[in-house]
């Protein structure tokens, strides 16, 4: 387990930077959101590769991405959960690329309720059918991943660490200027501030439950077009 932790966070540093060199051209701003016709298979939960294998790696993507768009570079054809598939490193894990509904697709839904529509998506894809189950989360979706645990705890056994990409633990400004385009539930979830209850039982709750996941987390270092998206403080508490 040890080696794989190792190389999960050697791959993660080099996506990391792989995926900030694509900002000059792709970046999670809400006044970049494609139409509601735009929903193809990135708005499906899928697997890369379901070889039955002991260990699963499930990426969840952030508030303004997609399944796709979140781990595509834009300037060439890397895709984060295709790419390993080829290295020998994660051979004895099957990949799972989790979608849901965003501004993207003019979702209506909370976090509760998505998190009850990636639990049912979860159960039929036997995704914690394997023995471990190791999740690589993007902005919301790290909020999304902790509430899906704590509201279903006897899958936390299996779930080893959590790698983060810029989860707002305190929210994120983007949520604010997000809102004024889109009516969207998930924004006013992720709302900064001591005001915003949610995000702050999340923590408590998160605390309280005493699981033994670890927690990684990665943040950015440069502003996009101007805003913090999510700011250091934010991006790795509790990590």
Request: with cysteine; hydrophobic share 40%; aromatic share 12%.
């Amino acid at each position: 387990m040890r080696r794989f932790q190792t190389s999960l966070l050697s791959i993660s540093a080099i996506c990391c930077a792989l995926l900030v060199s694509c900002k000059t051209q792709q970046s999670e701003s809400p006044a970049q959101l494609p139409s509601v016709n735009a929903a193809t298979t990135s708005s499906i939960s899928h697997y890369e590769r379901n070889d039955k294998k002991a260990r699963i790696i499930v990426f969840v993507h952030g508030i303004f991405g997609s399944a796709q768009d979140t781990w595509t570079c834009s300037k060439g054809s890397f895709y984060w959960p295709k790419e390993l598939l080829s290295d020998p490193a994660f051979a004895d894990s099957d990949v799972y690329v989790a979608a849901y509904d965003t501004p993207y697709f003019g979702n209506h839904m909370t976090i509760d309720e998505v998190v009850s529509n990636l639990a049912s998506r979860f159960q039929s894809d036997g995704v914690f059918s394997h023995r471990e189950v190791v999740f690589v989360v993007h902005s919301l979706g790290g909020l999304i991943v902790q509430r899906f645990l704590l509201t279903h705890r006897e899958f936390a056994k299996q779930v080893p660490l959590i790698m983060f990409y810029s989860t707002p633990e305190t929210g994120a400004q983007v949520a604010l200027l997000g809102h004024v385009f889109s009516s969207d539930p998930l924004l006013k979830e992720m709302f900064p501030g001591e005001q915003n209850d949610y995000l702050l039982n999340l923590e408590n709750e998160w605390i309280g439950a005493n699981f033994t996941i670890k927690r990684y987390c990665a943040y950015e270092k440069k502003p996009t077009k101007g805003v913090w998206v999510v700011d250091r403080l934010s991006g790795t508490r509790n990590c």
